[in-house]
Every structure is written in structure tokens, then in C-alpha cells.
């Protein structure tokens, strides 16, 4: 079964960087890169990473977590249609901010945010429950989420588009919370993975949704393209309909987001710094791949080269989470190194990046 989305339909329990030498910046106007300068400023040696993660779990606050419903069998059939099958499947959806770690007290791999959930592997003991965390077994501790299960389609997907101007989905009602059709407004740039194509209408699955969109002002993205999630902040490679990297982002701050719209990355260079204006900050980086002005996919993951130099300011676990709401970027999606490394390898000038909330 294919990897499934972090936000998406719910059942029972919630009702549901950068052109020239210039930074990134969320306009090509604006150089200040007020930020990054302040994580440089700090220094290597003063780095806290802590402010970035959850508190320790038993050092946070109680919370009480309403009983849990029971869990459905992976590919237990909610609907079918002529071609496409939808199943239930089991997830875990955080009701506070909570550590994933990569074992019961393991090192901290990144933070799921509220209301976000991964796929449920396992329950431990009552205290934990095992994820799958980008491909990798994970554990968050169950006093800090809950057990739901979300719709996804076990077929294929026939091709992808994205919507050029707002939309509305239909949610029929045998997949539906209130048991009645429902219709949701989809914002411009969302993106549909389309399973089963009707004379109006497709089946879809977004990152929250499975329905019917009109075919109408929906745009084909065909070969090998780039979506950015600002919402999920994750990064997806597709190529001929599959994906082939998925992985945690940093975007810009609330202040300074990383623009939503269609673009094309135009400029790519390497092991070079990214200098801010008036000097105020140099950030070295090995990958910039430019897709709008100054703004644009690059490494920034902390690591130590072999004669000892370190370079990159953000720990491997910041990427993904809770980061981008009071230390994102101004504009630039930042990606670990071998991540950034994957894109460039797949894509080149002209290649589509997609950039949706």
C-alpha cells in the first residue's frame, strides 16, 4: 500500500536561499535575511536545538485523551467504484505537539505537530505506539495522541493534476463524517493524485481528502515535478505519476512565507555561500536550486566535513514539525543534505515545483 498522507480524512474521532550572491527571501526585493543571520550569530558552539523540540514527555503537561475507538484492519473496504477501492486504515494523530523517536527512548527524529498523524504500526504496551516516520519505524508516546483512521485508495495512480483557480470537492457520504455528501473548498495549487476519471469528474486523493473534483480549471503535471507543502512542510518528488522522494522541509516563517503558486527551477549552483545584505550573514550551502527570484530549494542540514569544518545550522531533526512557525526561513525551502542532493540528481532546469499551502 502506497505511503499514506498525514492530514486527511478523519473517521470518529474528529468529526472529525537564491540568485547572484543574494539570500533568500519571500521577494526578490527583499535581501534581509533576518533569520538565518540570527542562527549564524549565535555560533556553532551555542547552538540550541532544544528550543526546537518538545519537552521531555514526562515533563510536559497532563492531558486527558478521550478513549480511543477501535482499530480497523489494514485494507478493511469502505467504498468501491467501477476501478478504485478505498480502505480504512489505522493512524496515530497527535493532541499535543509530541517527540518521534526511533525507539521507545531513542533520539528524537522530528516533532508531529497537533492534529497531524502517521500510520499506525503497532500499539506497546499501552504507553507507545510504533509509526512509520518516512519510510522508518518510529515511536511517539500515546498519553500525547490518539487512534483514528484515515481513507486512502488501494490503486493506482493514472495521472496528477493541480488546480489553477479555487475548487470545491465532493466527499460522498459513504465517506463522509456526517454521513451525508459534503462539499469542500479546495484553495488554487492544491494538487489531486487522480485514481478514476468520470465524464465531469475525477476520483481524488489530497493530502486531507478523498473525493470528486471537477474537471474544470484543473492543470496536468506530467514527468518529473516538485510539490512543496507548506501545511505539512514535506517535500515530494514525482516521476511518471509516482513518487520517488518523500521527505521533511523547512519553509518561511508566517512572516515571510515561501510563495504558493506554479514555478520552474531556472538557476542551479553550487558550493557557494549566500551572503545577506550588508554582510549580515554568510551561509554556506553545496546545492542552491533556484525556482522563483532568490528563493529556492537548498541545503542547510548541520553536518562535519572530513578536516573537521561544520557546516549547515539546522540539526537533522528540525526538518519537518513544528520548526517553520518560529524559525522558517525567509522563503527558501531548506532540505537536508542528501535530500537536496536526490532532487538535483532527478530534476533540471524547467523542472515544475509546485508550491501549495
Request: with cysteine; charged share 20%; glycine share 6%.
Given at each position: 500500500m502506497k505511503k499514506f498522507k498525514k492530514n486527511a480524512v478523519l473517521i470518529s474521532l474528529i468529526g472529525m536561499l537564491c540568485t547572484n550572491i543574494l539570500g533568500c527571501s519571500a521577494n526578490s526585493n527583499i535581501i534581509d535575511e533576518a533569520t538565518i543571520a540570527t542562527e549564524l550569530d549565535i555560533g556553532e558552539e551555542d547552538y540550541d536545538v532544544s528550543r526546537f523540540l518538545i519537552q521531555d514527555e514526562e515533563e510536559a503537561e497532563e492531558e486527558t485523551i478521550e478513549e480511543s475507538p477501535e482499530i480497523l484492519e489494514d485494507d478493511n473496504v469502505v467504498y468501491t467504484t467501477e476501478k478504485s477501492t478505498v480502505v480504512s486504515v489505522p493512524v496515530v494523530i497527535a493532541t499535543s505537539n509530541v517527540n518521534i523517536r526511533d525507539d521507545i527512548d531513542g533520539n528524537i527524529l522530528g516533532v508531529l505537530p497537533e492534529g497531524h498523524n502517521l500510520e499506525l504500526l503497532e500499539v506497546i504496551d499501552d504507553t507507545h505506539y510504533k509509526v512509520l516516520y518516512y519510510g522508518q519505524e518510529a515511536y511517539v508516546v500515546?498519553?500525547?495522541?490518539?487512534?483514528?483512521?484515515i481513507y486512502d485508495i488501494n490503486s493506482d495512480v493514472t495521472k496528477i493534476v493541480y488546480a489553477e483557480e479555487d475548487t470545491e470537492l465532493l466527499i460522498p457520504s459513504e465517506l463522509s463524517a456526517t454521513g451525508e455528501d459534503e462539499y469542500?473548498?479546495?484553495?488554487?495549487?492544491?494538487?489531486?493524485?487522480?485514481?478514476?476519471?468520470?465524464?465531469?469528474?475525477?476520483?481524488?486523493?489530497?493530502?486531507?481528502?478523498?473525493?470528486?473534483?471537477?474537471?474544470?480549471?484543473?492543470?496536468?503535471?506530467?514527468?518529473?515535478?516538485?510539490?512543496?507543502?507548506?501545511?505539512?512542510?514535506?517535500?515530494?518528488?514525482y516521476a511518471n505519476?509516482?513518487?520517488?522522494?518523500?521527505?521533511?522541509?523547512?519553509?518561511?516563517?508566517?512572516?515571510?512565507p515561501t510563495p504558493v503558486g506554479r514555478y520552474?527551477?531556472?538557476?542551479?549552483?553550487?558550493?557557494?555561500?549566500?551572503?545577506?545584505?550588508?554582510?549580515?550573514?554568510?551561509s554556506w550551502v553545496d546545492v542552491m536550486m533556484n525556482f522563483n527570484g532568490n528563493i529556492g530549494l537548498h541545503d542547510a542540514e548541520r553536518r562535519v566535513t572530513e578536516d573537521g569544518k561544520v557546516l549547515?545550522?539546522?540539526?537533522?531533526?528540525?526538518?519537518?514539525?513544528?520548526?517553520?512557525?518560529?524559525?522558517g526561513s525567509h522563503g527558501c525551502v531548506n532540505m537536508r543534505c542528501n535530500d537536496v542532493n536526490f532532487v538535483e540528481v532527478h530534476t533540471g532546469i524547467g523542472t515544475i515545483v509546485l508550491v501549495k499551502k
Open positions: 500515546s498519553k500525547y495522541a490518539t487512534l483514528a483512521t469542500k473548498a479546495i484553495p488554487k495549487y492544491e494538487c489531486f493524485e487522480v485514481y478514476e476519471e468520470l465524464d465531469n469528474s475525477y476520483l481524488v486523493q489530497t493530502a486531507d481528502y478523498v473525493g470528486y473534483v471537477s474537471k474544470e480549471n484543473l492543470i496536468l503535471l506530467e514527468g518529473t515535478f516538485v510539490v512543496i507543502d507548506i501545511s505539512d512542510q514535506n517535500l515530494k518528488l505519476n509516482e513518487v520517488i522522494l518523500d521527505c521533511p522541509v523547512i519553509t518561511g516563517k508566517p512572516s515571510t520552474a527551477i531556472f538557476e542551479i549552483s553550487h558550493t557557494r555561500y549566500l551572503i545577506g545584505r550588508n554582510n549580515s550573514y554568510r549547515g545550522w539546522r540539526d537533522t531533526n528540525q526538518f519537518g514539525g513544528v520548526t517553520q512557525q518560529e524559525n
